[in-house]
């Protein structure tokens, strides 16, 4: 596999070379950067591939999150930082683990395997892919100074109520998020979730029961939502498509 190292900072670069090479010398650093600008360059070259990109959030000529924006990063992103303040955002860039400086052997190998783990697994199957962008594993929650990950599979439903967006567990848990419903269903597999209408998205898990009513349809769930869970009209004929598991 191949890794690509993003680091301005040379002690620290060499340091995590030689760490990756004692404890995985079956990896290849097949390239060094250390700003935006030169990254950027680095991976618009048509030779350049990385498997894995270990990249350090506070470059020489910015953050790390403008490359993002500038460049489209096909890789497993690890994110190197002294500081975690950026974990929401390294989430939200699909990054797959955030080491906190000094970087300590185990958290480098925990984060290593998470990688060679995905790499395997898309490998094998092909990930579904929804706007450009594969569907999210977990979410992050941030409560004050604590995050809590949330895995995909143990969501049963996004709502919108008062302007706030809440997710809710299938063991009742709800948590308040900083994103809109448009934003959840960009990163959701639209085979296992589906928006029901204006101000809510339920996953086919938890859905115990469907009544009709008129020319609509309200969805018996599980944990029990505080509002009717109505299927928006508009959206009835695609949602009994979804149910049967038709395009």
Known sequence: MNVLIVEDEVMARKCLVNT????YPELDIVGQTGSVTDTVAWLEHPGHKADIIFMDVELSDGNCFEIFNRVNVNACVIMTTAYDSYAIKAFDVESIDYILKPIEPESLRR???????????EAAVSVEKEGGKPVRERFLIRLND?????????IAYF???DKSTYLVTV????????FSLDIAMEHLDSTAFFRISRNCIVAMQAISSIV??????????TPEPPFEMMVSRSRTEEFLRWLEGRE
Do not use: F, Q
């Open 111 to 121: 984060a290593v395997e998470r990688a060679k783990a995905k790499i395997r697994s």
């Open 171 to 178: 063991k009742g848990c709800k948590y308040v998020v900083d």
């Open 146 to 154: 604590m995050i809590v990950p949330v895995k995909t599979s143990d």
């Open 159 to 161: 709502c919108s109520e």
């Open 212 to 221: 009709r009513t008129g020319s609509r349809y309200m969805i018996a769930a």
């Open 20 to 23: 990756l090479a004692r404890l």
